[in-house]
């Protein structure tokens, strides 16, 4: 009996559908294995299909050629290391999340995921079948268990696999970001090792897929709880972990010990490689957007040349008679700080000439909310025009205090393919951009040094849509703004809540009210980089049709 066993674990990034390329991945990892003289090459969860693949899962067309596609990985890696990898099942008349252990050209092995979840962004149990718990499988001597991401939040499973014989837990996960995610992963998967007494590898997927992001992260615990092996997070990694038995079962041999990054950090690394990837991923290599002069366009500016370098992101200034000079001075700062190319559009001889269309049907009525909408719209079918002309996808620049109350355009300034700080409150949008100054790291392809001036972050929000105009004019202050969302978004609170926190009731019933009104524009707005637990999209499905209202907190 093998008394050592060589496991290379591959975190890296999937593309949904790519079956051929996900493929191609798995065999160039177990590639790296062989030469590593590994026993046995490990990728995450759900690999082959990319995750998370939806409703695209169940088109039998598709999961069957996923399978197939398996089975091709099987007769490819035949002589050298076992390759385990995550894909779909059929077991009876149902789907499975499966993985699959594949040696010697044939699947030895394929354990079924049992606890499907169905929370936040995941709703496998309407597109799987939960599959029994079985025991450990066997590669070169070592028994090995593989709860399946969910598997290894609950105790049954991995106690099950102990029971049966299992010497070390391989977790294969698809586990998406967001803020404070790995403490949590990590002292869960303390506990699990606490109750077995066993080693386990955390194997995570990483890449951006739609609106979340996966940060890999993966790491390998010893008996007790002791942190073996860290790999990076946001980033590609493969490492080789080497086990060794001994009197008390088996452990890892010592390995590097990545950095991990603080908040504020992980939420800026998640929305740069959040748009590389949606870009790379759907094939668009370069962007637009309307570079306003304020915090959120310049925020977005540096994301975006951090994402695909400053060469390929286009910032177009569309001024009217309200824009401020200061504004355009302040945008031409942005754009020459990052390197970005920058166009001027003036708007304002354009919105005569709609005004004056008009006119005949608005005879009589006075200006209102009407003509300040025109100009965003306006702007929005020019950056539109833009994008298909050059073929660069527009993004959108509104914060999530902003899509939260409805303070955005719909055909305006809410036009575009995607919306980077879509997950970000007004007042981390500050905290983020002076973090953006002070640091840079290598993953960023924009450059150094102070990119947004502070004058950019210190005047006061404006939409300049009229003259002298303030977000503070229908808006709370974003200190209380974002302190009442925090509530009743992010902690599912009452306005009962927001009093006893400190609000003024009228000022969370207002803050209510927006947010219920507003549910038909976030229907049609652009996905964005999921940072937290309660994103605007899949963690929070309210109807558009919506009369209740919160009477608590009455005085």
């Known amino acids: ?145 593989s709860p399946i991401c969910e598997d290894a939040w609950h105790d049954d499973v991995t106690e099950t696999l102990a029971e049966t014989g299992a010497e070390l837990l391989l977790v294969p996960n698809g586990s998406p970001h967001y803020r404070d995610k790995m403490d949590l992963r990590q002292n869960m998967m ?4 606490i109750e077995t007494g066993l080693p386990l590898v955390y194997l995570n997927l990483v890449g951006g897929q739609d609106d979340q992001v996966f940060d890999g992260g993966s790491f390998v615990l010893n008996p007790g709880g002791a942190l073996a092996l860290q790999m990076p997070m946001f980033e590609e990694a493969i490492a080789h972990v080497d086990l060794k038995r001994g009197a008390n079962g088996w452990r890892a041999m010592p390995g590097d010990l990545a950095h991990l990054p603080d908040d504020l950090e992980q939420d800026y690394h998640a929305m740069v490689l959040a748009l590389r990837d949606y870009l790379r991923k759907t094939m668009f290599s370069k962007v637009l957007l309307g570079l306003s002069g304020g915090v959120d366009s310049a925020i977005v500016a540096t994301i975006a040349a951090d994402a695909v370098g400053a060469q390929n992101v286009r910032c177009v200034m569309l001024p009217s008679e309200y824009t401020s000079e200061t504004s355009l001075e302040d945008a031409r700062a942005v754009a020459g700080a990052l ?61 999530k205090s902003e899509v939260a109350v409805g303070y955005a355009t719909i055909y305006g300034d809410m036009a575009g393919g995607y919306n980077p700080i879509k997950d970000l409150y007004k007042t981390r949008i500050f905290e983020i951009c002076s973090w953006r100054n002070a640091n840079h790291r290598a993953w960023m392809l924009g450059p150094a040094g102070t990119v947004i001036p502070d004058r950019v972050m210190q005047k006061p929000p404006s939409a300049e849509l009229r003259a002298d105009q303030k977000d503070s004019d229908s808006l709370p202050d974003y200190p209380v703004l ?40 976030r229907f049609q707005s652009a996905p964005g980089t999921r940072l937290s637990k309660r994103a605007f999209w899949l963690d929070r499905r309210y109807p558009i049709v919506n009369r209740w209202r919160d009477r608590s907190g009455a005085d």
């Open 1 to 145: 009996m093998a008394d050592r066993f060589r496991l290379t674990l591959a975190q890296l990034n999937p593309t949904v559908g790519d079956l051929e390329g996900n493929a191609r991945l798995a065999r160039q990892a177990w590639e790296c294995a062989r030469d590593a003289g590994a026993d046995m090459v490990a990728l995450p969860e759900m690999f082959i299909t990319g995750y998370n693949p939806q409703d695209l899962v169940m088109k039998p067309v598709f999961h069957q050629a996923a399978i197939a596609a398996i089975e091709g990985l099987a007769r490819d890696c035949a002589n050298g290391p076992a390759l385990a990898i995550g894909g779909p099942a059929l077991e009876g008349v149902g789907l499975c999340n499966a993985y699959y252990v594949l040696q010697g050209g044939a699947m030895t092995a394929r354990v079924l995921k049992h606890h499907l979840p169905n929370e936040t962004v995941f709703d496998e149990k309407r597109l799987y079948t939960a599959g029994a718990v079985a025991g450990p499988y066997g590669v070169n001597g070592l028994r090995i268990g």
């Open 190 to 193: 303390v506990a699990r090792v």
């Open 339 to 399: 390197g970005c190319r920058h166009d001027i559009i003036p708007i304002s001889e354009a919105r005569a000439a709609i005004t004056s269309t008009l006119a005949p049907l608005f005879e009589g009525l006075g200006a209102d909310l009407t003509e300040e909408n025109i100009q965003s719209r306006l702007r929005g079918l020019l950056l539109m025009a833009l994008s298909n002309k050059f073929g660069e996808m527009l993004l959108t620049t509104g914060n």
């Open 482 to 521: 974002d302190g009442i969302l925090d509530i009743l978004v992010d902690q599912d609170g009452s306005i009962s809540d927001c009093v006893a926190a400190g609000f003024d009731r009228k000022d969370a019933k207002q803050v209510e009210h927006l947010l219920y009104i507003s549910e038909y524009k």
